[in-house]
């Protein structure tokens, strides 16, 4: 079967209102965003569709080998689809850039065969998991859930001790990325 003709993939609703968790996981888990450019690749492509699409950040965490962001859109009408590959294919593109300038063993770990056409993945294929959260209470165990995610790996024992992760900015903190104040109505 064609790939592009598979309509198995997760539907997405673009509700006004609804904030979003989205979850994106490199490409066979592969501890990209280990390195510290990578994140500020991240941070900076999540900066700039942030401008772009015109949405809240909320809370984030990048772990070596995933991340995840809560951004709330402020426009009546978005499409998540488009946030999401704003901030993933900038990252992509300059990290596969950075693999082949720098001639890296890497590029053939993330190399695959599509057909006829021999592709470099940075990220694990498909959209990546996008929730909409429609309530206070379910932004918050998002919020925490996601913040939580580097002490439950032992990494850190405080959450505000990641570095890439907006749990410090929470608690009156610095974070890598400036967040937004949460709407609560």
């Given amino acids: 079967m064609d790939w592009r003709a598979r309509n198995g993939r997760r539907k997405v609703f673009n509700t006004p209102g609804h904030a979003h968790e989205l ?79 720098n001639q890296s063993a890497w590029l053939e770990k993330i190399a695959r065969q599509r057909g006829s056409r021999r592709e470099r993945l940075f990220w694990q294929s498909g959209g990546g998991y996008d929730r909409n959260i429609t309530s206070a209470k379910t932004l918050l165990q998002m919020i925490d859930y996601l913040h939580l995610n580097p002490v439950r790996r032992g990494l850190v024992e405080q959450a505000r001790d990641w570095r890439w992760s907006s749990a410090a900015a929470l608690e009156g903190g ?3 990325i400036p967040i937004d104040a949460i709407l609560w109505e």
């Fill in 23 to 101: 979850t994106f996981s490199c490409y066979q888990r592969f501890p990209f965003l280990k390195a510290q450019r990578t994140c500020l690749w991240l941070a900076s492509a999540i900066e700039e569709a942030r401008q772009k699409y015109d949405f809240a950040l909320w809370a984030y965490v990048f772990m070596p080998e995933h991340a995840h962001v809560i951004l709330f859109p402020r426009r009546q009408e978005y499409d998540i689809g488009k946030i999401a590959g704003a901030i993933k294919l900038p990252v992509a593109r300059r990290a596969i850039h950075f693999l082949q300038a």
């Fill in 174 to 176: 610095n974070s890598p």
